[in-house]
Protein backbone atom coordinates (compact mmCIF):
# COMPACT_ATOMS: atom_id res chain seq x y z
CA UNK A 1 0.00 0.00 0.00
CA UNK A 2 1.01 3.43 -0.72
CA UNK A 3 0.89 6.11 2.16
CA UNK A 4 -1.52 9.11 2.00
CA UNK A 5 1.04 11.87 2.92
CA UNK A 6 0.27 14.63 0.83
CA UNK A 7 -3.46 15.65 -1.06
CA UNK A 8 -4.42 13.32 -4.06
CA UNK A 9 -6.84 15.59 -6.41
CA UNK A 10 -9.56 13.97 -8.98
CA UNK A 11 -12.21 16.50 -11.07
CA UNK A 12 -15.31 14.33 -10.73
CA UNK A 13 -18.68 14.72 -13.27
CA UNK A 14 -21.55 14.51 -11.31
CA UNK A 15 -24.36 15.16 -13.62
CA UNK A 16 -24.03 17.82 -15.47
CA UNK A 17 -21.35 19.73 -13.25
CA UNK A 18 -17.88 18.86 -12.53
CA UNK A 19 -16.72 18.74 -8.98
CA UNK A 20 -13.16 18.29 -7.15
CA UNK A 21 -12.65 15.15 -5.03
CA UNK A 22 -9.38 16.06 -2.38
CA UNK A 23 -8.32 13.05 -0.77
CA UNK A 24 -6.08 13.85 2.22
CA UNK A 25 -4.56 12.22 5.18
CA UNK A 26 -7.25 14.45 7.09
CA UNK A 27 -9.93 13.25 4.95
CA UNK A 28 -12.33 14.05 2.13
CA UNK A 29 -13.06 17.40 0.63
CA UNK A 30 -16.07 17.16 -2.19
CA UNK A 31 -15.91 20.69 -4.07
CA UNK A 32 -18.11 22.21 -7.52
CA UNK A 33 -15.77 23.63 -9.71
CA UNK A 34 -14.71 27.17 -9.51
CA UNK A 35 -16.25 27.52 -5.70
CA UNK A 36 -14.31 27.04 -2.54
CA UNK A 37 -16.81 25.66 -0.19
CA UNK A 38 -17.99 22.43 -0.43
CA UNK A 39 -18.66 18.86 1.68
CA UNK A 40 -15.92 17.74 4.58
CA UNK A 41 -15.99 14.48 5.54
CA UNK A 42 -13.06 13.61 8.21
CA UNK A 43 -11.59 10.13 8.40
CA UNK A 44 -12.56 9.84 11.99
CA UNK A 45 -16.33 10.63 11.60
CA UNK A 46 -16.48 8.22 8.29
CA UNK A 47 -15.12 5.55 10.65
CA UNK A 48 -17.63 6.24 13.38
CA UNK A 49 -19.94 6.13 11.06
CA UNK A 50 -19.30 2.48 9.81
CA UNK A 51 -19.72 1.17 13.09
CA UNK A 52 -23.16 3.23 13.80
CA UNK A 53 -24.62 1.50 10.70
CA UNK A 54 -23.19 4.13 8.05
CA UNK A 55 -25.97 6.90 8.58
CA UNK A 56 -23.56 9.86 8.10
CA UNK A 57 -21.77 8.35 5.11
CA UNK A 58 -25.16 7.78 3.59
CA UNK A 59 -26.48 11.22 3.68
CA UNK A 60 -23.13 12.68 1.20
Known amino acids: MTKLDKPLRR ?11 TIDPD ?4 VEKGHRKG ?6 SLANSESDGGSQAASM
Open 11 to 21: EVQIGDKAYTL
Open 39 to 44: VEVSWA
Open 27 to 30: GLKL
